[in-house]
């Protein structure tokens, strides 16, 4: 009965592998030290019958990895171009397959010299260039929302210090704008843009005053009381020189 006594969780078949596994070493396991049945049995896959052969084994990769890549000091760039040449680094911008939007077309080539200069390898670059396009999309919307707030608040300005004469000038600062620019709706947006919203439209509604009825100068004219000439350029000058 005690020879069919076996330890619990073990099997015929584990002492049998163990007991083939030991067989194949050259030397006893006793000289691996604390080595698992595990690790013994992926040293055997592996061909490895020794802790010399094993020693000799990684000695031999360490030499051949070194000998193709090896870190390169501070400031010595044909080492870290060799470095990079290893990681996939193309010599020339022909080998980024960069996606970009139609409105970066004129600089795509120019983005792809920049990653090449800078060691950005291809399949990193668009990658970077998307999270630009994200990032700016991002800052555009706020930047727009800070121009509409400051906008609002500088038109409800104009619209207190007009005061009983803000419907009036509002349609005369129309006039000056249909004057200024027409129907051309992007010009007078990047004017109020470059000069905020307030100046506009206090420089538009001069400008229509300029041109109303009731001003006693007329368009290439010379009404005034003492006959003398009138220079148009000067006189717009002065009314802008505020501005």
């Excluded at 010399?52 to 010595?76: C, N, T, V």
């Excluded at 999270?131 to 500088?154: G, H, I, M, P």
């Amino acid at each position: 009965m005690t020879e069919d006594f076996k330890p619990e969780g073990q099997t015929p078949s584990d002492n049998f592998l163990v007991s083939e596994l030991k067989k194949d070493f050259d030397v006893p396991q006793a000289q691996w030290g604390e080595v698992s049945d595990e690790d013994m049995s992926y040293l055997q896959k592996k061909g490895v019958k020794s802790p010399q052969q094993l020693l000799k084994s990684y000695r031999e990769l360490e030499r051949a990895y070194s000998s193709k890549i090896s870190l390169p000091k501070d400031g010595d760039k044909k080492a870290l171009d060799k470095l990079y040449s290893h990681l996939g680094m193309p010599k020339d911008c022909d080998a980024f397959e960069l996606v970009t939007a139609e409105e970066d077309k004129d600089i795509g080539n120019e983005f792809k010299q920049v990653c090449l200069n800078h060691n950005i390898l291809p399949s990193s670059a668009q990658a970077v260039y998307d999270w630009f396009v994200q990032n700016r999309l991002a800052y555009q919307e706020s930047e727009n929302q800070a121009f509409a707030d400051t906008s609002a608040k500088e038109l409800e300005e104009v619209k207190q210090n007009w005061g009983a004469d803000a419907k009036r000038n509002f349609e005369l600062m129309k006039r000056g704008v249909r004057l200024f620019a027409e129907d051309d709706d992007e010009l007078v947006e990047q004017i109020e843009h470059a000069v905020g919203t307030k100046k506009m439209m206090t420089v538009f509604c001069k400008l229509g005053q300029a041109l109303s009825e009731d001003n006693s100068v007329a368009f290439g004219t010379s009404v005034a009381t003492d006959k003398t000439e009138w220079n148009a350029v000067e006189y717009f000058r002065d009314m802008f020189n505020d501005y």
